[in-house]
RNA sequence: GGAACAUUAGCUCAGUUGGUUUAGAGCAUUACUUUGACAGAGUAGGGGUCACUGGUUCGAGUCCAGUAUGUUCCA
């Protein structure tokens, strides 16, 4: 068969994908075999792949096609998030380009378009991750809007509710005003912002509560929002603090809307920051809250939702605050309240979805008691029940558990799971599975006839969905007990990005024992953060984000997953370059050309080839092979064990590279225009499948198509053939292999001699060895003197005069050529090599003089020193012979 | 402000309970060789006081303390 001079990538990754998906390779379906099953993390809905869905994916679906080959029945499950605050802003985007206000839609209209919207964008990212190849069984995709998916959220929200574990109440909270919803606490995101620290003068009161002038002294507070004086209700001081003290228990005049407020002590205060005086908004700030109850002082919420001024705040009604707060300056200055304004740089807490200036604020919401539940996660993870990989998490995880709050899951949004609480008209309240069950209840619990209800209008988080993932993408919520839940959960692995170990992975830890009474997964493997090459997350705003389907176009799909997975580090953030593209391309190209060579020796392969013909005279390169790959093999199983997956395939590149191409292949080799041995041709093509096998997981498209371009029919396809476990269950022979790192060091030192002492390569030399053990040398002089052009191989015990003279493995060479030896390379190499010894030796020497080394030290330790010491100067003896020698 | 983790060659990283030849790999770089599988390959070389300062020890990249820098999380 011809084989293409490079490796058509494009048609090949069509022809296979489709290959696998006719033979319904990746559907799964319970049998008596080990399950080996993994969740997708589900992307939004309406997103598109980038590069850390290309990490993610690669790393779920190397170890999901590795599980397969292994015997397991692998099941990989896909889906989509329905993302409620991404998607519904793209979705009031959408509207505002078409001149659609969302407030002008009615909750009916709007969902109709996001479902319309839905149904146009979803999933493209799926039809991505075909692209890269992932081996995800299709006929499972789910959604966490799926009407049985949906009313299992519902159902959980009904029995959490039903536990006293939903609660509902007024907390101060993220808010976003351009969204208008509330966030939690980790959609927030602190970024240093330069700002001004006004130093305002507040008016004492006196006794009667009448204002002293500002002459007399006033308070004066340290605020960057002075907006929120309107919202004051204390000023506090720290008791300890002597400049303040004889003010506690008097009161101050709210500058403007002269509002008396009191002036409390309280240890929060610092000293040294500002004035020494905080100003306290229980309204709009999280730590004025906490001491507003502490002492007990009014609330006076000065926002709107929409970040404009409330009524309460009786000025600037109806202004956004950012206006509110230029003009209270003024009018702040005009009234001579404005001390001084510092620059000041400080964290401000931005909205993710919006970006902008997140307002803490009071605000009816729903609540999960998360104390109530996380007691059997922490302990499963403390446990090693459920291992991370890396552990380091394990410490992180541990303090977030430990310090749980309470888990904000109302949203104001519509596009998610409606939160099922209905309304009367005054307020009352009933949780239900839907609007007749609500009814029902309704009426059981306040006695009302047929009453009048309206469900809540806001949507849950969409963590509250997505934390039953593990076990509702088999329902094991809507169809308990049913034969798929049972087989595949609990799952084998989860990657994910260390990001959503809380908002997600310790959620979902929390639901599996809450609900399916054991853990969601075995193993938690966390994937870096890709970034680029300056360090910078890779994100859509940057622009640096590489188009990952024009690069799988431009490079081919396995040369972008071994590009990520090279530079990928386990627990490691990665800085991801498209050079490492090229060398995932290069390796293909390497093995591309390994195929090409081997398709040639077919060409010339013959049975039985007479003494003449025969080049290679032995089975000990096939022998050596055997016993590298299957130590090879071990070794890369254990790294996989170990999720070590980018040294794993460091591992099998050397494995292709060097043993295989650079040595097998070159040890094999029939002489120029020689027959191939069709016996050790056939050996060398079922190393070559083996290799592929290993390699497939990694990159499945080119080992697929290699696996059947080297015979002619393959019995089965590569991605379903079974690894052979008896293979690596025999140890490797470790005599041959140490035989192999001898000819190995010989050929090298040997070519390193002939390039230094200038000899061509076609002009052939006779080696003389002194050999301390005559028997080591005679399986491998025949391939070495193939491999450095040597026409004769004699062991001697004299000294061959006019040769260079070489040390390898303890034996004494001599190199002889026909043409003159130009020796001064040589022996500036011998002179560095010696002086190198002679140093090594005096560090030897020094430790071995050391008394207390020699009685304090292991003897084992001591004995390898002594070793050292001997072998050092054996060294040096022939290297100062070789010297001499040289003349 | 608190906490966790990190800091080893130009870059990305290994380095297992302190001792296996005065620190290893890949990529990049340089020189030479070769062009009969190889938009290349082969061989060799350069490049590190293992962030810094102390300490423990016969012995520290490895353990301890502190400092600096960085990343992340929490206030």
Redesign the pocket.
Known sequence: MEIS??FDFTSAEQKWYQHWLDNKYFESTPDDREPYTVVIPPPNVTGILHMGHCLNNTIQDILVRRARMMGKNACWVPGTDHASIATEAKVVHMLRERGIQKSSLSREAFLEYAWEWKEKYGGIILQQLKKLGCSLDWNRTSFTMDPDYYRSVIQVFNDLYGKGYIYRGKRMINWDPRAKTALS??EV??KEVQGKLYFLQYQLADKEGNPLPLENGGIIIATVRPETILGDAAIAVNPSDERFKHLIGTEAIVPLINRRIPIIGDDYVATDFGSGALKITPAHD??DNQIGIKHGLAVYDILNEDGTMSVDAQLYIGLDRFEARKQIVEALKSAGHVVKIDEYTH?VGFSERTDVVVEPRLSLQWWVDMKKISAPALNAVQEGEINFHPA?FK??YR??ME?I?DWCISRQLWWGHQIPAWYDAEGRFIVAMDEEDAKQKFSATYGVENPQLKQDEDCLDTWFSSWLWPFEVFKGISNPGNKDVAYYYPTNTLVTA??II?FWVARMVMAGYEYMGQKPFKDVYFT??VRD?Q?R?MSKQLGNSPDLLEMIDDIGADAVRFGIL??S???????W?K??N??GR?FI??IW?????VQ?WKERSKPNLTAEEMTLGSDWPHEWFDARLREVCTEVDQLMEQFKL??AL?TL??LV??DF??WY??WI?PG?EKPMDEAHLNKAIGFFEILLERLHPFMPFVTEEMFHLLRDEQPVDLCVRQMDASFIARPADHAILTEAALLKSA???I??AR?KA?I???DAVSLYVVAKEKAVWLPIQELLCKQVNAKSFAFTDDVVAETIQLVIGGDKFYVKSDQALDTSIQRKELE?EL??????L??VEK?LS?E??V????Q??VD??R??QA??LD?IKMLKEGLANLG
């Open positions: 001079k490079t606490d980790e995101i602190f999280m730590n964290q380091k410490n992180l303090h977030w310090n709050k260390p990001e809380f870096g953060i090459l360090g997350k090279i530079a580090p386990a627990g490691n953030d990665l800085l370059d050079a490492s090229e060398q290069n190209n390497k050309n390994a195929l090409k060579l040639l980018s040294e460091k590149y050397t590279w060097d191409c650079s292949l070159e080799k120029f050929i090298t030192a070519r390193d390039v200038q061509k390569n076609k560095a002086s190198y010894f002679q140093g090594f005096e560090s430790k050391n207390k080394f009685s304090n030290a292991k084992e330790v390898m020193e070793k050292k072998d050092a060294k």
